[in-house]
């Protein structure tokens, strides 16, 4: 199983570093050697150290170090450092750090960062990292990829919004001027994003293309392998249906959160019409009808409406002298 499709990585190699033809050729006068130096011919297999999840064409004779680095079940991705034997040419794949991350917003957690298209994402890699080895880092120039961003790898997220961009820099690398070129490729789904490609190099100007081709030639040499495929499937899914899990309980935990407060709040309110009926003397009084009567004076047990509208209290069970008296039922707080 390849990791990218030819389609894609002739797209990578199309750009990145602008650098005139006049002026390449007055770079290849003042520095003969690295002009010279040929494309690289022989290749040699690496596979991952760490889960054996994939092996990729590496230049021979070049010193490579990385591996599949794992962040957790579903956050996981291919990082290598390719460095040429006279360590003018530095190849980037990946990285280390989060590649998924949550869009700011409630229960989101500790890796929510807002989302950033792929010329952002390349440019604040860039800035970031690539002054560890390229002193005097001054950016040059940056374009979006939307031909990068609705090929290949949008496939992999049909759904998600896609985001892909180069960044270029000058640099100093190995003491002598070179220039950076990084691409990223984003997609964001729901209230999830993450990066689905981060590539780049560092080179003389004048070998850049050589540093693409290779890779170039590396991307379309990777292989998951098929067993370790199956095997991240399976994870996959166990975490998916763990998460399922939680949301269900963290729903049903919301529900009886909601619920327990709303059971609070009719408690208050009892509580306070009972203690506010205790101030005021008064309470609230149906009769046979379902009529409710509200502010009603209850300073004594009995209550009686009469037939012009008069609300009256007595002591005992009697009603007021008279015909026509109807007894009130008190309604308890609400």
């Given at each position: 199983m390849?990791?990218?499709?030819?389609?894609?990585l002739?797209?990578?190699?199309?750009t990145?570093?602008?650098?005139?033809?006049?002026a390449?050729?007055?770079?290849?006068n003042?520095?003969?050697?690295?002009?010279?130096?040929?494309p690289?011919?022989q290749?040699?297999r690496?596979?991952?150290?760490?889960?054996?999840?994939?092996y990729?064409?590496?230049p021979?004779?070049?010193?490579?170090?990385?591996?599949?680095?794992?962040r957790?079940a579903?956050?996981?991705?291919?990082?290598?450092?390719?460095?040429?034997?006279?360590?003018?040419?530095?190849l980037?794949?990946?990285d280390?750090?989060?590649?998924?991350f949550?869009?700011?917003?409630?229960?989101?957690?500790?890796?929510?960062?807002?989302?950033l298209p792929g010329e952002s994402?390349a440019?604040?890699?860039?800035?970031?990292?690539l002054?560890?080895?390229?002193?005097?880092l001054?950016?040059?120039?940056?374009?979006?990829?939307?031909?990068?961003?609705?090929?290949?790898?949008?496939?992999?997220?049909p759904?998600?919004?896609?985001?892909?961009?180069?960044?270029?820099y000058?640099?100093?690398?190995?003491g002598?001027?070179?220039?950076?070129?990084?691409?990223?490729?984003t997609y964001?789904?729901?209230?999830?994003w993450?990066?689905?490609?981060?590539?780049g190099?560092?080179?003389?100007?004048?070998?850049l293309?050589?540093?693409?081709?290779?890779?170039r030639h590396m991307?379309e040499?990777?292989?998951?392998?098929p067993a370790?495929?199956?095997?991240?499937q399976?994870?996959?899914n166990?975490?998916a249906a763990?998460?399922?899990r939680?949301?269900l309980?963290?729903?049903?935990?919301?529900?009886?959160?909601?619920?327990?407060?709303q059971?609070?709040?009719?408690?208050?309110n009892r509580?306070?019409?009972?203690?506010n009926?205790v101030?005021?003397?008064?309470?609230?009084?149906?009769?046979?009808?379902?009529?409710?009567y509200r502010?009603?004076?209850?300073?004594?047990?009995?209550?009686?409406?009469?037939t012009?509208?008069?609300?009256?209290?007595?002591?005992?069970?009697?009603?007021?002298p008279g015909?026509g008296?109807?007894p009130?039922?008190?309604?308890?707080?609400q």
């Open positions: 390849k990791f990218w499709t030819a389609t894609l002739s797209a990578l190699i199309s990145g570093c602008l650098q005139g033809r006049a390449q050729a007055s770079a290849a003042t520095n003969r050697v690295d002009a010279q130096a040929p690289v011919t290749w040699t690496f596979d991952d150290p760490n889960e054996k999840a994939f990729i064409d590496v021979a004779g070049w010193k490579t170090e990385g591996g599949l680095v794992r957790n579903i956050d996981y991705s291919m990082f290598l450092r390719v460095l040429s034997p006279d360590a003018s040419i530095l980037i794949l990946g280390p750090g989060p590649g998924l949550a869009t700011p917003h409630f229960g989101a957690g500790g890796n929510a960062r807002p989302y994402l440019r604040q890699y860039a800035d970031s990292s002054p560890e080895v390229c002193s005097s001054t950016f040059l120039s940056g374009a979006d990829r939307p031909d990068i961003a609705n090929g290949p790898l949008s496939y992999m997220t759904y998600a919004r896609h985001d892909a961009g180069e960044v270029n000058s640099c100093m690398h190995n002598k001027p070179a220039r950076a070129y990084m691409l990223a490729v964001m789904y729901s209230v999830m993450g990066q689905s490609l981060l590539a190099c560092i080179a003389p100007a004048e070998r293309d050589d540093a693409k081709k290779t890779i991307l040499n990777a292989h998951y392998d370790w495929a199956r095997r991240q399976a994870s996959i166990s975490a763990a998460l399922n939680a949301t309980a963290q729903t049903k935990y919301s529900e009886d959160l909601r619920a327990n407060a059971r609070q709040m009719a408690e208050m509580q306070f019409n009972s203690f009926d101030l005021t003397q008064t309470a609230t009084f149906t009769d046979a009808s379902g009529a409710v502010n009603v004076p209850n300073t004594k047990s009995y209550h009686w409406r009469g012009d509208g008069r609300i009256v209290e007595t002591a005992g069970p009697n009603p007021p015909s008296w109807t009130l039922q008190k309604l308890p707080n």
